[in-house]
Nanobody, 114 residues
Framework: QVQLVESGGGLLQPGGSLRLSCAASGSIFSAKPIGWYRQAPGKERELVAFITSGGGTNYADSVKGRFTISRDNAKNTLYLQMNSLKPEDTAVYYC????????WGQGTQVTVSS
């Protein structure tokens, strides 16, 4: 089993920044970080940032230029730096790792409001 714990969410005004963290533990030897998803109430869960095994990254069009995904393999941690936050970024953010299956964290709430 792989356990993922997201942290770093919060309430802030538009234009602010947050850094989300995802700490992985458990049977992680064969697991690799995949990326970050988010889900707003009544909405489908959507991919916001993806990281490949080689370190390449992909972003949803809605967050390009504002979000940056990164990882620290020594710390078994995945990050999402979020800048210039907008109200439409409000959602629960989830990290994912994968081996023979996909693992999800419990999510961390990000609320952007004036």
């Amino acid at each position: 089993q792989v356990q993922l714990v997201e942290s770093g969410g919060g309430l802030l005004q538009p234009g602010g920044s947050l850094r989300l963290s995802c700490a992985a533990s458990g049977s992680i030897f064969s697991a690799k970080p995949i990326g970050w998803y988010r889900q707003a109430p009544g909405k489908e869960r959507e991919l916001v940032a993806f990281i490949t095994s080689g370190g390449g990254t992909n972003y949803a069009d809605s967050v390009k230029g504002r979000f940056t995904i990164s990882r620290d393999n020594a710390k078994n941690t995945l990050y999402l730096q979020m800048n210039s936050l907008k109200p439409e970024d409000t959602a629960v953010y989830y990290c994912t790792y994968a081996s023979s299956r996909v693992y999800w964290g419990q999510g961390t709430q990000v609320t952007v409001s004036s």
